[in-house]
């Protein structure tokens, strides 16, 4: 069993920053695919970032591109979202998140789940 525990959220202004982070324990963690998911009130659950293993795949949610970048750092068991350009439609609940697979990573195959680290957004 892998645990993972998500860091970094608060209340933000439109267009501020927030780097999210997620401590994961366990040997699996670098054999793994990582990502973010979200859920904003009365909506479902959705993808946002996954990286794999080794860093060199990296998969965004068109919502997000060009404003939030995924990193990972083996060497410290410890997944980062960092969130630029935040909007009031990023608010929610995000929920880091540890993949079956090693490539890639989708709500289907994610093995682990984070306690969720509420982000909200000011207009």
């Known amino acids: 069993q892998v645990q993972l525990v998500e860091s970094g959220g608060g209340l933000v202004q439109a267009g501020g920053s927030l780097r999210l982070s997620c401590a994961a324990s366990?040997?699996?963690?670098?054999?793994?695919?990582m990502g973010w998911f979200r859920q904003a009130p009365g909506k479902e659950r959705e993808f946002v970032a996954g990286i794999s293993w080794s860093g060199g795949g990296i998969n965004y949610a068109d919502s997000v591109k060009g404003r939030f970048t995924i990193s990972r750092d083996n060497t410290k068991n410890t997944v980062y979202l960092q969130m630029n350009s935040l909007l009031p439609e990023d608010t929610a609940v995000y929920y880091c998140?540890?993949?079956?697979?090693?490539?890639?990573?989708?709500?289907?195959?994610?093995?682990?789940w984070g306690q969720g680290t509420q982000v909200t957004v000011s207009s």
């Open positions: 998140a540890r993949s079956q697979y090693m490539l890639d990573i989708k709500e289907g195959s994610v093995a682990d």
């Open positions: 366990g040997r699996t963690f670098i054999s793994s695919a």
